[in-house]
Nanobody, 120 residues
């Protein structure tokens, strides 16, 4: 069972920056994809950034150029650097990890979420 522990959320003014971290522990196999999602009140959870074990990244247009995802495979940790934050970035941010076993079974794991609030 993989545990994901997030940190780094908080309150920031528009135009400011925050850095989120998520450490995965308990994995006995390979952590493949790690990602950040967010969910604002009354809205569906949406992908914010995605990174593979090889370092390939993907972002939606809403955050591309402002957010940067990175990971430290040795520490099974993923980071999200968020710059030029906007009030519409306000949401609970969730860490996601995808574990692949030696028999190619896949398991999804989610963190508990961390609140990011951007004031105007």
């Amino acid at each position: 069972q993989v545990q994901l522990v997030e940190s780094g959320g908080g309150l920031v003014q528009a135009g400011g920056s925050l850095r989120l971290s998520c450490a995965a522990s308990g994995s006995r196999f390979s952590i493949n994809v790690m990602a950040w999602y967010r969910q604002a009140p009354g809205k569906q959870r949406e992908l914010v950034a995605h990174i593979t074990s090889g370092g390939s990244t993907n972002y939606p247009d809403s955050v591309r150029g402002r957010f940067t995802i990175s990971r430290d495979n040795a520490k099974n940790t993923v980071y999200l650097q968020m710059n030029s934050l906007k009030p519409e970035d306000t949401a609970v941010y969730y860490c996601y990890a995808d574990e692949i076993t030696t028999t190619w079974a896949r398991y999804d794991y989610w963190g508990q979420g961390t609140q990011v609030t951007v004031s105007s």
